[in-house]
């Protein structure tokens, strides 16, 4: 079975470059603060 897993990461930032930067900054375990994460994973259809 196939599954899907579905990753949301929310921060606030001034503009769209700077929240690319920091989502990946917080998936690289270098950012931490203000960033908030949540998962899903369901199988595909």
Do not use: H, Q, W
């Amino acid at each position: 079975m196939k599954y899907i897993t579905v990753i949301e990461i929310i921060c606030d930032a001034p503009d769209e470059e700077e929240a690319y930067n920091t989502a990946g900054e917080y998936l690289r375990g270098k950012e931490d603060f203000g960033v908030s994460m949540t998962c899903r994973t369901a199988p595909v259809k």
